[in-house]
């Protein structure tokens, strides 16, 4: 028996729904902070801020967006793979 990998945007191969699905909204919080450090470095540097300031707030939302990634990507082993 053979089994398709799972088309980009649909549930996992066995047809149930995503891995991140139970953590959902807490990843739409935790991306909407992001989304609004974002739009803060953006208003640093037309505000002409400090570089060290600008690049520290870099810093922390790349470190907020690992961590997303790093969850998803825990879910998705958990989940999508382990189920395989």
């Known amino acids: 028996m053979t089994t398709q990998p799972a088309e980009p945007?649909?549930?996992?191969h066995d047809g149930n729904h995503?891995?991140?699905?139970?953590?959902?909204?807490?990843y739409l919080k935790r991306l909407r902070r992001i989304e609004g450090q974002a739009r803060g470095i953006q208003r640093m540097v037309e505000?002409?801020?400090y570089c060290?300031?600008?690049?520290?707030?870099?810093s922390a939302m790349t470190s907020a967006?690992?961590?997303v990634a790093l969850g998803l990507l825990d879910d998705h082993m958990s989940?999508?793979?382990?189920?395989?």
């Open 52 to 58: 060290i300031d600008i690049l520290t707030q870099v």
């Open 47 to 49: 505000e002409e801020k």
């Open 9 to 12: 945007g649909s549930a996992c």
């Open 79 to 84: 989940h999508c793979v382990a189920d395989a």
């Open 18 to 26: 995503h891995g991140y699905i139970s953590s959902k909204d807490n």
């Open 65 to 67: 967006l690992r961590s």
